[in-house]
T-cell receptor
Framework: AQSVTQLGSHVSVSEGALVLLRCNYS??????LFWYVQYPNQGLQLLLK??????LVKGINDFEAEFKKSETSFHLTKPSAHMSDAAEYFC?????????????FGAGTRLAVHP | GAVVSQHPSRVICKSGTSVKIECRSL??????MFWYRQFPKKSLMLMAT?????????EQGVEKDKFLINHASLTLSTLTVTSAHPEDSSFYIC????????????FGQGTRLTVV
């Protein structure tokens, strides 16, 4: 079964600094990978997705992620953090089970941005 | 992007009562819907998957008699928490996938359930 592991439950950066949130996947087949953001008491918003096209995926709000098969990684980056980026970020992978394509989430990384 | 509306956003109920949460796809036909539960500061745990007109498929460990899921139309799925207890208090999130996609799903804004 497919799964994802997010390294670091909390990440803190200064405003304007590089954001790097780590995600490694486990999959026996080419994976479909996603990054979602969640603000307090809200649902999830899709940042970007990898579906076996380009390995460098650009998403909303200047986020991007690079699929590296050799490292089984799909890390999320943003060149310059804004205060509004403070939120919970989830990496997810599609897992086929019971005839359904299901989204399986990592444990999440809470990003804090300080002035 | 497609819009999924979840209602109510917050609900407080007494122990022993039942609560219904609605999930609607507003601008697309959701052939598949998913229900997740999220504990404080934790990830999302998939509870069940439902296809329109079919019985829901529950994940291991999820009580199907406690968490009743109905997907009666292509735009509406409901989750009913029956005989709710304080340990059922949680954040419940639905997501929906349309007939043209087998990967991407859109999320509702979640429902905060508090059982007192």
């Amino acid at each position: 079964a497919q799964s994802v592991t997010q390294l670091g439950s909390h990440v803190s950066v200064s405003e304007g600094a590089l954001v790097l949130l780590r995600c490694n996947y486990s999959s026996s087949v080419p994976p479909y990978l996603f990054w979602y953001v969640q603000y307090p008491n809200q649902g999830l918003q899709l940042l970007l997705k990898y579906t076996s096209a380009a390995t460098l995926v650009k998403g909303i709000n200047d986020f991007e992620a690079e699929f590296k098969k050799s490292e089984t990684s799909f890390h999320l980056t943003k060149p310059s953090a804004h205060m509004s980026d403070a939120a919970e970020y989830f990496c997810a992978v599609i897992s086929v089970s019971g005839g359904y394509n299901k989204l399986i989430f990592g444990a999440g990384t809470r990003l804090a941005v300080h002035p | 992007g497609a819009v999924v509306s979840q209602h109510p956003s917050r609900v407080i109920c007494k122990s022993g009562t039942s609560v219904k949460i609605e999930c609607r796809s507003l601008d697309f036909q959701a052939t598949t819907m998913f229900w997740y539960r999220q504990f404080p500061k934790k990830s999302l745990m998939l509870m069940a998957t439902s296809n329109e007109g079919s019985k829901a498929t529950y994940e291991q460990g999820v009580e199907k008699d406690k968490f009743l899921i109905n997907h009666a139309s292509l735009t509406l799925s409901t989750l009913t928490v029956t005989s709710a207890h304080p340990e059922d208090s949680s954040f419940y999130i639905c997501s929906a996938r349309d007939r043209w996609s087998d990967t991407e799903a859109f999320f509702g804004q979640g429902t905060r359930l508090t059982v007192v």
